[in-house]
């Protein structure tokens, strides 16, 4: 072996440098972090061949004076903190002092800087250290070419120039997203690929990075436990995507990757979405910054958290109330006006100070999006699932003095006032079609009456009176010839099933007989019922019987139970049936999905009827 030899500094660089700058996109990243800690309300990105060739970064920040530009350069030198507790308090983006340093190690780099108080800029070339004067309004300029020319190897594992451009164009959106009150433009090989004006909102800027699209289907939250906050945006579950390329989160402005977050809002999204699909997120968690470690990652992509528990419960409960209430009409121009007026909406929305102080968007509150459900004088859903389907003999003979909801229902004026409108008609035994004040309301009948007879289980089943599913007996018991596991497990579990609103016990050795099932699942075929509720309890037995208990296998199991009890396709209802099943929905929470995560309405505009038959308006 060779013997032990102090490495030169430049080679220090170089190897320090690998752990922070990986790519492109990591120079982005650093250099708009300096540029929002200078106070920039404008950055300008230039890239030549995906940020490979050249990067320069513009902004209109407080500058670099000359006598401190080759310290700028050195490695552990920073403005921003001058001591371990300052780091306590930290409320900029950079700390270490060795960005710049990392980046000229791995490149041919200068800095061309003007302060307000100089008589004209300067730039210095990072490879010499040679100061010269130069020419440029107050800010700084910061040119990156030939990255990583010193260090092959690394070249090496870069992508496609459109692959480095598109990781480049993502951390400028990161820090676009938290950022509504700085303007943004990216160009690229000589074309402008994006440009964000300054607004005052957050879902303002969030519709310019992320679309239109996205910024209309997103629920606002706003949530405190303990010593944590989150504000932020959700996208409803329709727009989930096949990938978790749009979730973005942020810590005190900083964007980061962390598990704890990450976990509670899966377990937040996990009852209303579809399979595999990801959640599309824009969420901003304020925390005490001596209550956060941010010197955990050479990217700075992690943190960690004193308390962690709140910071998980912040996340969960915000994402969770914000999913639960209805979103019946939300999608309407008419309840978001900060996007019907565009850019310059103001809705109260703290501007963000230079320096950094209140880094996280604050100051909007869900209510501002969503209509006041609370101010209709709805029924609470336990009332409304006992009035809905109608009793499974003949739909058609019912009067409507049966039903007090749809009674209601035939009044115009009140029908007016409902969000999903007043039922015009049903089309091939599926869907419902309604008409509200927006336009033409179509509703999946199976899959809305799947989630309501779904909440409506749990509710019971989580009700503090009584814990247990309304059952109802019937005139003639429902036979069925069952395996000797069958007779088994309801006999094992006979507590279990009272409690879910059944009633099954051995008829003979191999006979089991349904004497009552649950109220609400009235309408079903109490055989099937009783036989997927039988094999479901067999398989948390054969799993972990404790498991059975636990809240996400009993919620399987309510949507099994559910699936059951909702109607089925090719069922003739009338406009009083139809009426009380949207009215049912109003008030049911998560009602815009059916279990499985798929929408179970959707609302089609009169503009774009108008736009279907060419009609100017
Ligand atoms: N765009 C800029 N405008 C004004 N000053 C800047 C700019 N970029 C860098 N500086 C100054 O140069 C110093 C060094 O920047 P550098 O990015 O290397 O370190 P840092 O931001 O302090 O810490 P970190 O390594 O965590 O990013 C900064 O502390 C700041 O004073
Ligand atoms: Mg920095």
New binding site residues.
């Given amino acids: 072996m060779n013997a032990i030899k102090e490495l030169p500094d430049e080679l220090i660089s170089q190897i320090a440098a690998g752990e ?1 700058i990986e790519r492109p996109a990591s120079v982005v990243r ?2 708009i ?3 929002l ?2 106070g ?1 309300t404008q950055i300008t990105l230039r890239l030549l061949a995906g940020g490979v060739r050249s990067i320069v ?1 513009e ?1 209109n ?4 004076p000359r006598a ?1 530009l080759t310290l ?1 350069l050195k490695r552990h ?4 903190i001058a001591s371990l507790t300052d780091l306590e308090s930290l409320n ?11 980046v000229s190690s791995v490149s041919d780099m200068s ?1 061309t ?1 003007q302060t307000a108080d100089q008589p004209h800029a300067w730039r210095i070339d990072a490879r010499t250290g040679e100061v010269s004067p130069a020419a440029r309004s107050t ?2 300029t ?1 040119d990156v070419r030939e990255l990583f020319f010193s260090t092959p190897a690394r070249r090496k594992f870069l992508k496609t120039d459109a692959t480095e451009l598109a990781h480049c164009v993502e951390a400028a959106r990161r820090h676009a997203l938290a950022r509504p009150d700085v303007a943004f433009a990216i160009w690229s090989d000589g074309k402008l690929h994006d440009q964000w004006l300054v607004t005052t909102h957050p879902l303002a800027r969030m519709a310019q990075v992320l679309g239109d699209e996205l910024a209309v289907k997103c629920l606002a939250l706003n949530h405190t436990v303990g010593t944590a906050s989150m504000t932020g945006f959700i996208g409803t579950p329709d727009v989930a995507r096949a990938r978790a390329d749009q979730q973005y989160c942020y810590v005190n402005g900083r964007f980061v990757r962390d598990k704890v977050i990450g976990h509670a809002v899966r377990q937040a999204f996990s009852d209303v979405l579809h399979g595999a699909r990801q959640p599309v997120y824009v969420l901003f968690v304020t925390i005490d910054p001596a209550r956060v470690d941010v010197n955990v990652h050479p990217t ?1 992509i992690e943190v960690r958290f004193r308390d962690s528990r709140d910071v998980h419960s912040v996340a969960y409960h915000a994402v969770q109330n914000a999913l639960a209430a209805p979103r019946s009409g939300a999608e309407s121009p008419a309840v978001r006006p900060e996007l019907a007026t565009g850019v310059s909406a103001n809705l109260g929305f703290d501007r963000l100070s230079p320096n950094g102080e209140g880094l996280s968007p604050s100051g909007f509150s869900s209510q501002t999006y969503r209509p006041d459900y609370s101010q209709q004088g709805r029924l609470h859903i336990n009332e409304a699932a006992a009035l809905w389907p109608p009793a499974p003999m003949q739909p058609s003979s019912l009067q409507p003095s049966s039903l007090p909801l749809a009674t209601l229902a035939t009044n115009d004026e009140m029908l007016e006032s409902w969000t999903l409108g007043r039922a015009i008609a049903q089309l091939q035994g599926i869907y419902v079609l309604a008409e509200n004040a927006q336009g033409l309301v179509i509703v999946d009948m199976h899959a809305a009456h799947e989630r309501i007879v779904y909440e409506s289980l749990k509710n019971q089943l989580e009700g503090p009176a009584s814990q247990r599913i309304a059952s109802q007996p019937l005139l003639v018991p429902a036979t069925f010839a069952a395996t000797p596991e069958e007779v088994a497990c309801a006999e094992a579990h006979a507590q279990t099933l009272v409690q879910l609103g059944l009633e099954v016990s051995a008829f003979s050795p191999k006979t089991l007989a349904v004497r009552a099932v649950p109220a609400s699942l009235l309408n079903g075929d109490a055989v099937a019922l009783a036989r997927t509720v039988l094999a479901n309890l067999a398989e948390f037995d054969n799993a972990d019987s404790a498991q059975a208990l636990v809240a996400q296998a009993r919620n399987a199991l309510l949507s099994s139970m559910a699936c059951h009890g909702a109607v089925r396709a090719n069922r003739k209802l009338n406009l009083d049936e139809m009426n009380a099943l949207l009215r049912q929905m109003e008030v049911t929470e998560r009602s815009d999905q059916c279990n499985h995560g798929r929408p179970t309405w959707r609302q089609i505009s009169i503009k774009e009827l108008d736009a279907l038959f060419m009609r100017g308006r």
Wanted: hydrophobic share 45%.
């Fill in positions: 922070v650093e250099l972090d300096n540029a800690d200078a920039a970064v902004d920040g407080t500058g670099i401190q700028a030198a920073t403005s921003k900029t983006m950079g700390f270490r002092g060795e960005a710049l340093a990392a800095i800087s800010g700084t910061i700075k």
